[in-house]
């Protein structure tokens, strides 16, 4: 049995976290640490988990937060991660950060990151970034030797596992990726604030950071050490009435091949990809049947016509965009089953 503690428990990525370790027959969760809800039970900021963890949160200087805890999640905002990881590494624990602290391997490619999206460009422990991973398992096999592993962002899960097959295959033009991404609510996080106020999200949708949303740095990234060429791409991030779910449109120009072509380079090359599927256009698609799971479904056709790609990614941004990552993660981290508590249909509707 290994022991876990969740920093940033009172939100949606911590919660999500908790639902999940509750059920892992491996994993007992030890510690709850978090900023407003310091002092509340967890299942009283969170009724639904009443009887399953009435464990309490403290905060992050509370003397529990610095016993050894075999793996720490980090579920919160930039920053908070890359100054105590340190620490948490040298006890002797793994750490999964869900931010963008950890998702680059230099602290050049670092500031690259914060510098697009307007953050700090200095990294608080450059030193960690040569042995941190980028965690998408799909495309960096991780295992026991990882300590510390940087969970992608949402989209970014979406947009890589649906473009991945068609770049490393070389059938599209790089430079002409446009990725249309909608998002349910629930990516904001928990905290309110006006833009996130009922009255504007209900019966409501709009594009957002058109000037640099910060996932297009970890996409390209990703895409450009499976071609012989930069890749770049439009990334329009969207959010959309839904609570949770992620759907990316995906298109790009083929060098002329068929719709059936592409599907079996899709197929092939996420074969062994248990949480990825592969289906032709002829299957109907939606969020529903990737809700509460930690599957990526990718419709892939071809627009013969006009020689285009087309990828439909859904994923759960809290699942396969979040704590369901962080788990295969540490399920790989431990040498544990990656589907342990993961492989289920989820609930549909
Ligand atoms: N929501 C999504 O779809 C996705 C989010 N992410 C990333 O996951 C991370 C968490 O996101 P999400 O769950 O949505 O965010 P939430 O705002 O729902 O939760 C963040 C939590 O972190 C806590 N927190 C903030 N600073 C600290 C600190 N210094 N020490 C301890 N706890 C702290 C907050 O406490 P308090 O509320 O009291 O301030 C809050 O409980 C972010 O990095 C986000 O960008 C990644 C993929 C998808
Ligand atoms: C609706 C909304 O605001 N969604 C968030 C998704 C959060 C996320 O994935 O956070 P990271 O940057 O840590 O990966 C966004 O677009 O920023």
Known sequence: MIKAKIVGAGGYGGVG????????????????????????????????????????????DDPKTRELYDVVFYSTPDGVGMKSAAAELERGAKVIDYSGDFRFGTADRYAEYANFIGLDPVHKSPELLPNTEYGLPELHPIDESHRLVGNPGCFAVSCILGLAPAVAAGIIDPKSIIADCKTGVSGAGKKPNAAFHYPNRYDNMNAYRLAGHQHTVEVEQELSLLSQEQVQMTFTAQVVPVCRGIMSSLYASLHGQKANEVVEIYREYHKNNRFVRVQDAGTPASIADVR?????????????????????SHIDNLMKGQAGNALQNMNLMFGFDSGTTLANPGQYP
């Open 17 to 60: 976290i908790t639902e999940l370790l509750l059920k892992h027959p491996e994993v007992e969760i030890g510690c709850l640490v978090s900023l407003s809800d310091t002092g509340r039970k967890m299942s009283d900021v969170f009724p639904h988990l009443r009887g399953f963890c009435d464990e309490v949160i403290v905060s992050p």
């Open 292 to 312: 509460g799971t930690n599957y990526c479904n990718l419709t892939v056709d071809a627009d013969e016509r006009n020689n285009r790609l087309r990828v439909i």
